[in-house]
């Protein structure tokens, strides 16, 4: 990414201010259709050969990491949050063609936002018979920090580089502040096991649910009403994630800044993929010094910035790829759904076991054992997504595009 101090959200020399890069939805679709394919099961059948390391591997990286560490699957949410930036100076530079105010475009992002937290909590709340007041969707999440984005946007890149790194540094020091349990403590008071792997030194700041964003939610997520007290999350999640992954989201808009100033293709993704690389670099080698973890769950700065660095490459790819090399047909299954976005997300939320009934229903009810048992899972979740994206291209074919 170039250090250019020209504003983000001016017009660039080599773009219209209305195109859209195919490569970019592309991406898109392709993380939402990772992330609803829900690994199409591979944990499930890698149980049942336990002795396979090809199996194991696929069962590792179709599943979250359980705490420190990552894998593929954590990767989804980053890069979802990462092209909600990527896209931002493209948006922004079609409001403005249109002679869009900066008040108007701000009420906009303010209702965009404020939408997106309701609507995490009405997915989060659908299966219970109360509301369910969680932020750790990552619709709250974008929704969250999305306003502060937006504002970074009308910024110089120079500016966007300082807030995103002092974001970083901030919460770090929040964590490392925050005092350690007392000798004797009780963990599985806070739901960590005791054959549990403790994080140790510096690190032990970010343990499971005795942490900084641990003890923010026992106030935070008490003040609305719920049927018991709220005590810790089941696997560690934070409402104060929202804050490292701005800096996620930043990283996505210094991308989709260069991806619209003048440049060749080539050099747009000579510049990513340096970045890239460099962040890689830097979050693993933050956590390797013991300064911070890895840890996907509670977005630690260092997973912030290493994973700032993996999506930057995933772009460089698609952007290469598709845009540089012009290759485009392969990438219509995913431009499809990089489309409607939220559309699959809500579907897949509230629709899959729907969908799931009806084809058991008509096809019969074994017919997801049609190869055995041990591929049942991987049969449905094929079968479930396969609908979902045939809905999407008929809205797709009839120019239909929910978006908030």
């Not at 008040?103 to 509301?131: D, E, G, I, K, P």
């Amino acid at each position: 990414m170039t250090r250019d101090d020209s504003a983000s959200s001016a017009p660039p020399a080599d773009l219209p201010q209305t195109e859209r890069l195919v490569s970019l939805d592309a991406y898109r679709g392709a993380i939402m259709l990772m992330m609803a394919s829900a690994g199409l099961g591979a944990a499930q059948i890698a149980r049942q050969y336990p002795n396979s390391p090809v199996w194991q591997f696929l069962a590792h990286h179709t599943e979250h990491a359980e705490w420190a560490g990552f894998t593929v699957w954590d990767v989804i949410q980053p890069a979802f949050m990462f092209m909600v930036g990527v896209a931002l100076p493209f948006s922004l530079a079609k409001r403005q063609a249109r002679g869009q105010s900066f008040a108007r475009m701000l009420a906009h992002a303010l209702w965009r936002a404020a939408v997106l937290v309701l609507l995490a909590v009405f997915l989060s709340s659908a299966w219970s018979r109360q509301t369910v007041w969680s932020f750790a969707n990552v619709l709250a999440q974008i929704g969250l920090g999305y306003p502060v984005v937006f504002l970074l946007a009308f910024t110089r890149p120079r500016t966007q580089w300082i807030a995103a790194f002092g974001i970083l540094f901030a919460y770090w020091l929040a964590f490392v502040l925050q005092p350690l349990p007392a000798a004797g403590f009780d963990w599985q008071s806070v739901g960590v096991p005791a054959d549990w792997p403790f994080l140790t030194g510096l690190a032990a700041h970010w343990e499971k649910n005795a942490n900084f964003a641990a003890t923010f939610d026992r106030w935070f997520l008490n003040l609305f009403p719920r049927p018991e007290t709220f005590v810790f999350n089941r696997g560690g999640y934070a409402t104060l994630n929202f804050v490292p992954s701005i800096a996620t989201m930043i990283f996505g808009l210094l991308a989709g800044g260069l991806l619209r100033r003048e440049g060749s293709i080539a050099r747009k993704v000579t510049y990513l993929v340096a970045f890239g690389i460099a962040c890689i670099v830097v979050g693993v080698a933050i956590a390797w010094l013991g300064l911070c973890p890895i840890v996907k769950r509670i977005w630690t700065p260092s997973w912030a910035i290493c994973s700032g660095g993996v999506v930057t490459l995933l772009l460089a790819a698609f952007v290469a790829v598709i845009e540089g090399l012009r290759l485009k047909r392969w990438a219509f299954p995913f431009v499809v759904v990089g489309l409607n976005p939220i559309t699959l997300y809500c579907m897949w939320q509230l629709g899959g076991s729907f969908v799931r009934a009806n084809l058991q229903r008509h096809l019969g009810q074994d017919i997801f054992e049609t190869f055995g048992p041990n591929y049942e899972q991987t049969l449905q979740r094929g079968a479930v997504l396969l609908i979902l994206w045939l809905i999407l291209l008929w809205m797709c074919r009839r120019k239909i595009f929910l978006r908030i």
